[in-house]
């Protein structure tokens, strides 16, 4: 059974919220845990964003589902009058692999970066009380999108908060492996959040 308390204490920790403690260059933080409990780790997320902005601390985190902002830019987005989500969803039905590709080119060569960057400055600009940025879905979000290469695209613009990132898979041998079977490569940047804690 998954509990964030120890996770709670390492964030409401003064020290830890400063950007700049631990990592100065690459301030994210991943934590493993088994991919079947995906769920039970949502609801733990919750508890731990509700325990956090309790008056003693007045934190309000941003807290990010990944595979929801996936499908919200697809949404949101248009070409020829559609949504690229219903286009996406013709061509699915025509031709999944020209699909997926598709889907994959607007995730790292369109516009959803730059959508999600905006975003990201603007809650922390207007957030006083803002110093983490909690995210996750990313076993919901591949193979459209892999935790290595977000984390190398957000690299230049989480440089003011840290970011949470959780992750349903094993961090063995320096290496990160999304349900444990499959790589994700040049993570080793990030801090594994498990270790900090005193977690296997």
């Not at 830890?16 to 079947?36: C, D, H, K, M, V």
């Not at 830019?73 to 590709?101: C, I, M, R, T």
């Not at 607007?106 to 400055?121: D, S, V």
Request: aromatic residues 16%; charged residues 30%.
């Amino acid at each position: 059974m998954i509990n964030v308390d120890n996770i709670y204490d390492l964030m409401a920790d003064k020290g830890f919220q400063e950007p700049r403690t631990g990592n100065l260059f690459f301030p994210a933080y991943i934590y493993t845990y088994p991919s079947e409990q995906e769920y039970e780790i949502r609801k733990q997320i919750d508890l731990l964003i509700e325990k956090l902005k309790r008056p003693n601390h007045y934190l309000d985190c941003m807290v990010v589902n990944i595979y929801h902002e996936i499908i919200n830019y697809l949404k949101e987005d248009s070409f020829a009058g559609k949504s690229l989500f219903d286009l996406v969803l013709e061509k699915e039905s025509e031709d999944p692999k020209d699909a997926f590709d598709w889907v994959r080119d607007e995730i790292n060569h369109g516009k959803f970066y730059k959508k999600f960057e905006a975003k990201i400055k603007e809650h922390f600009v207007n957030e006083d009380k803002t110093v983490y940025l909690i995210i996750y879905g990313f076993g919901s979000a591949f193979p459209y999108l892999r935790a290595s290469d977000f984390l190398k695209k957000i690299e230049r613009f989480i440089k003011e908060f840290k970011v949470i990132l959780f992750y349903p898979g094993v961090y063995q041998d320096s290496k990160y492996s999304l349900f444990g079977v499959l790589d994700d490569d040049n993570m080793y940047r990030a801090n594994h959040l498990n270790k900090q804690i005193g977690e296997n």
